[in-house]
């Protein structure tokens, strides 16, 4: 089993910049790719961004890209987002999540394990 927990968020300005850190246990956690995803009241949970187990490869969702940055320290177990350019849409809850498959995907239903969230307020 592997558990996540997320930490920083909070309430920031458009056009202002925050960080979530992730902490992961259980599993290897250099074996495992990890996204995030991010869930808005009224609205499905949808894709931000993902990294692979190595770190060496990223993906993006288009209305992050270029303002969102993923990044992984496998000595600490950390997955990092770095959020720059913060737009009053980027509001929502935001989840890591690990993806215990070889691939990595964009898809919530890929990934195994979540963690428990952390609410992300831009305010305009």
């Known amino acids: 089993q592997v558990q996540l927990v997320e930490s920083g968020g909070g309430l920031g300005q458009a056009g202002g910049s925050l960080r979530l850190s992730c902490t992961a246990s259980?599993?290897?956690?250099?074996?495992?790719?990890m996204g995030w995803f991010r869930q808005a009241p009224g609205k499905e949970r949808e894709f931000v961004t993902a990294?692979?187990?190595?770190?060496?490869?990223?993906y993006y969702a288009d209305s992050v890209k270029g303002r969102f940055t993923i990044s992984r320290d496998n000595a600490k177990n950390t997955v990092a987002l770095q959020m720059n350019s913060l737009k009053p849409e980027d509001t929502a809850i935001y989840y890591c999540?690990?993806?215990?498959?070889?691939?990595?995907?964009?898809?919530?239903?890929?990934?195994?394990?979540w963690g428990q969230g952390t609410q992300v307020t831009v305010s305009s």
């Open positions: 259980g599993r290897t956690f250099s074996s495992y790719a």
């Open positions: 999540a690990a993806d215990l498959s070889l691939a990595v995907h964009t898809t919530a239903l890929s990934y195994d394990y």
């Open positions: 990294i692979s187990s190595s770190g060496g490869s990223t």
